[in-house]
Nanobody, 129 residues
Framework: VQLQASGGGLVQAGGSLRLSCAASGSSSNLYVIGWFRQAPGKEREGVSCIDFSDGKTYYPDSVKGRFTLSRDKAINTVYLEMNSLKSEDTAVYYC???????????????????????WGKGTLVTVSS
């Protein structure tokens, strides 16, 4: 499976952006897709995860209520709607998936990035204050 992330850009604080992550290749059995971000000098952290079969989503407290993750099963694509953006949301955002079933609740914890198997190229989100 390959992942292609898109949608990053420059936005003012308080604004919105939508990121997309399209899966291709051996994507017939997608289990979970997560979004992660990495700011300069910081560890990569999970910001959302979706169980691709039932659509259930998970978020850490840092983005809960501001970020919304959804999926379109027909085209194997997930969308991360980011609202009320803050300067601290500035980072390179990556989508990633696993090659076997995995719990989203774990994948959005600090150890989460180590549980992902396939990563897309990052897309830069810059929030100006």
């Amino acid at each position: 499976v390959q992942l292609q992330a898109s949608g990053g850009g420059l936005v003012q604080a308080g604004g919105s952006l939508r990121l997309s992550c399209a899966a291709s290749g051996s994507s017939s059995n997608l289990y979970v897709i997560g979004w992660f971000r990495q700011a300069p000098g910081k560890e990569r952290e999970g910001v959302s995860c979706i169980d691709f079969s039932d659509g259930k989503t998970y978020y850490p407290d840092s983005v809960k209520g501001r970020f919304t993750l959804s999926r379109d099963k027909a085209i194997n694509t997930v969308y991360l709607e980011m609202n009320s953006l803050k300067s601290e949301d500035t980072a390179v955002y990556y989508c990633a998936t696993t090659i076997s079933p995995a719990p989203c609740q774990v994948l959005i914890t600090p150890a989460g990035p180590y549980g992902m198997d396939v990563w897309g190229k990052g897309t830069l989100v810059t929030v100006s204050s």
